[in-house]
Nanobody, 124 residues
Framework: HVQLVESGGGSVQAGGSLRLSCDVS????????MGWFRQAPGKEREEVAA?????????VIADSVRGRITISRDNTNLSVTLQMNGLKPEDTAMHYC?????????????????WGQGTQVTVS
């Protein structure tokens, strides 16, 4: 049974930073792509970033957050992290961690099979 649990969300002022974490269990973590998505009220779910299985792999970053976000993973502790800097009000959304059954990354939600409950990010 795959479980993803996000943490680290909160309320910050514009220009601030947050570090989101996703702890994973019940999943062969070290083999597959992991990603982050977000959804604001009244809007469609939007891709944020994804990272392939290798800890040294470069992440795939959406244009909307490029230059402000870093994704990383720890295959020993089964976690993936999203470091967000220079936050803007338009970054306000529920942020979701997602796991794929693929060993390569496609930054589209349909390529991810398992999802966490989300952590709220609010920027004012």
């Amino acid at each position: 049974h795959v479980q993803l649990v996000e943490s680290g969300g909160g309320s910050v002022q514009a220009g601030g930073s947050l570090r989101l974490s996703c702890d994973v269990s019940g999943y062969t973590f070290g083999r597959y792509c992991m990603g982050w998505f977000r959804q604001a009220p009244g809007k469609e779910r939007e891709e944020v970033a994804a990272i392939t299985a290798s800890e040294g792999a470069l992440g795939v970053i959406a244009d909307s957050v490029r230059g402000r976000i870093t994704i990383s993973r720890d295959n020993t502790n089964l976690s993936v992290t999203l470091q967000m800097n220079g936050l803007k009000p338009e970054d306000t959304a529920m942020h979701y961690c997602a796991a794929s059954s693929l060993n390569y990354c496609v930054l589209e939600s349909s390529f991810f099979q398992w999802w966490g409950q989300g952590t709220q990010v609010t920027v004012s």
